[in-house]
């Protein structure tokens, strides 16, 4: 049986006056029913200008998509959403995949009230009376955690806290039970405690679910598989565990120890990365990530001049794009970086 | 939302007091510092041959050479108590509300306003009803088409209309429309309503058109504005991501949150246009409320212009208040507050 959802070689560009923005420039993924893929990367790592890709949701002549992105519905069928007319992908939205955005005060229209807004995505792709449709939006927020769902069904998205009107918005996106669920960065504007429960609640899910987020925290705790991004490419995918345990690219090395920890002194609790991400208009030639990498010169000159492809390291299903030759990133991995982890 | 409203009517109150002694200052005052005297302004209503005891009469009758705030308070109580005025031989009895007499027409003057209201309320209902379809739906167009042929075209006409007085384009019309192609009214005419609503439209078509085109520029220009922000917002992209079809995206979502600021500025507008649409009103001789007043300012006949700013400014704070009572309808985030 095919995945529920195959990009291949997805290419996002966006061309402007200073040059061609490549926002995504050759992605390929794979995310089975029921799992759970995390995206991490820093900002303008192309990780939301996929997920709106695969949603459809770039404005039509502002960005060149290329590549394929195959999901696999089970209404419709198997279809390459890149090849598909803006309709017939606009007819999946909300039925077979939804999205869920950062900001869920600005991403709730604030002159309806929430059960206006579940009815109207439940309506849309059911035929079902306006009652019935109400009582379906009660029982979504009542599934979603919202106590007194029966009266809050009629309040206005500011009438809820941040992390109630993140539930409120998964529950407007549950509403037509989609197979595949996009969260880009679903936590990143609530309180930590709050944080917390709505992972819970994505992890529930029966959808499968694809988790963005520069937070590696969040990844670790919903993904069963990690992709790591960096200037619109993947320099490392596999097994979440395998990922946290062994994380073969240096750029991976670089996310694990920016991460602050309590357990370290404060000298040694950050380790930023050197640099800044790289301009999207003029990335740099070979591995982009080579003018950040403190293991660039090991490569022989060739992290300066061609790309990497994602190869296997580990083990058969974690794959790294990085030019340093296994033993040899083995050997890095044990003697500098896992005493640091 | 009972009290508020009390409130607000009782502040309305004082408002109309402030512009009407204001109106009164400058009517009354002014002329005073510039050298006129009583008598000066009695003999406007003494006719031509009056001896000069004659004229003193007249101002000590009219009450010209009373203080200011004595007339201005003869003036409030005539609102409240209705006031009797003598025209020589006999008396004429102005019930209240008495917004003052003419001498110079030998006339109440609420009386001869609400004759000219319907005329002034036909031309600004009808020039609203066309400037907010025309502004909003070409705003609508050129904010979906930005930088399209018809969004350059549209905000270029646009400019044209917030740009040219009416006395201009509407001089212009008439002579194209009504002179050289004569198919509309050639102006100066108004039939009511209730006694041919055809001939009534036919009378007011180019004035409505002129009207609009200066108002449609302006709500062409905001609602573009409006929509290009609000089709950037977060709320637009969580509309399409739940998979509707894009018109309901634009209008039930984008014009939704756009047309808030219209609205204020329409409730304004039109109120402001109720207490007289001067310019169109004189370009076309439609005897309205506006054409009243820019005579009553011509011949200095202060009763009158007292009577046409009492009724304006009520218009203005009617529309206020209409307008932030249907702000409470239209947002839900005023409403709770």
Known sequence: MSPLLEVRDLRVHFPTEDGVVKAVDGLSLQLERGRRLGIVGES?????????????????????????????????????????????????????????????????????????????????????????????????????????????????????????????????????????????????????????????????????????????????????????????????????????????????????????????????????????????????????????????????????????????????????????????????????????? | MGIYIVRRMIAAVWLLLIVTAATFVVFFLVPRLAGATPDDLASRYAGRTASPEVIHQIAIKLGFTDPIWVQYGRFVKGLVLGADYSTGPTTVHCPAPCLGYSFLTQNPVLPDLLDRLPVTMSLAAGGALIWLLAGVSTGVISALHRGSVFDRAAMGVALAGVSLPIFFTGLLALSVFSY?????????????????????????????????????????????????????????????????????????????????????????????LLGGAILTESTYSLPGIGKYSVDAVVNNDLPKVLGVVLVGSMFIIVANLVVDLLYAVVDPRVRYQ
């Open chain 1, 44 to 341: 303008g790592s192309g990780k939301s200008a996929a997920a709106l890709a695969i949603m459809g949701l770039h404005q039509p002549g502002t960005a060149r998509i290329s590549g394929e992105i195959w999901l696999d519905s089970t209404e419709s069928g198997r279809a390459d959403l890149v090849r598909a007319g803006a309709e017939q992908v606009r007819k999946l939205r909300g039925r077979t995949m939804a999205m869920i955005f950062q900001d869920p005060l600005s991403a709730l229209h604030p002159y309806y009230t929430v059960g206006h807004q579940i009815v109207e995505a439940y309506r849309l792709h059911h035929d079902v009376s306006k009652q019935r449709a109400y009582r379906h939006a009660v029982e979504l927020l009542d599934r979603v955690g919202i106590p007194q769902s029966g009266s809050r069904v009629d309040d206005y998205p500011h009438q809820f806290s941040g992390g109630m009107r993140q539930r409120v918005m998964i529950a407007m996106m549950l509403s037509c039970n989609p197979d595949l669920l996009i969260a880009d960065e679903p936590t990143t504007a609530l309180d930590v405690t709050v944080q917390a429960q709505i992972l819970d609640l994505i992890r529930d899910l029966p959808a499968a679910v694809l988790v963005i987020s520069h937070d590696l925290g969040v990844v670790a705790e919903l993904a069963d598989d990690i992709l790591v991004m960096y200037a619109g490419r993947a320099v490392e995918y596999g097994p979440a565990s395998d990922v946290f345990a062994a994380p073969q690219h240096p750029y991976t090395w670089g996310l694990l120890g920016s991460m602050p920890r309590w357990d370290r002194t404060r000298s040694q609790r950050l380790a930023p990365i050197p640099g800044t991400p790289p301009s999207l208009i003029n990335i740099p030639p070979g591995c982009p990530f080579h003018p950040r990498c403190r293991y660039a010169e090991l490569t022989g000159g060739q992290a300066t001049s061609v790309r990497p492809e994602l190869r296997p390291a580990g083990s058969p299903e974690h794959l790294v794009a990085c030019h340093l030759p296994n033993p040899r990133r083995a050997q890095i991995l044990a003697d500098e970086i896992r005493p640091t982890l």
């Open chain 2, 180 to 272: 050289w192609l004569g198919i509309t009214a050639p102006g100066g005419s108004y039939t009511p309503i209730n006694e041919n609503p055809l001939h009534w439209a036919y009378d007011l078509l180019l004035p409505w058109i002129t009207l609009a085109f200066l108002y449609a520029a302006g709500y062409a220009r905001l609602t573009r504005a409006g929509m290009l922000d609000t089709m950037g917002e977060d709320f637009i992209r969580t509309a399409r991501a739940k998979g509707l079809p894009e018109r309901t995206v634009v209008l039930r979502h984008g014009l939704r949150a756009a047309l808030t600021p219209i609205l204020t500025i329409f409730g304004i507008d039109l109120g402001l």
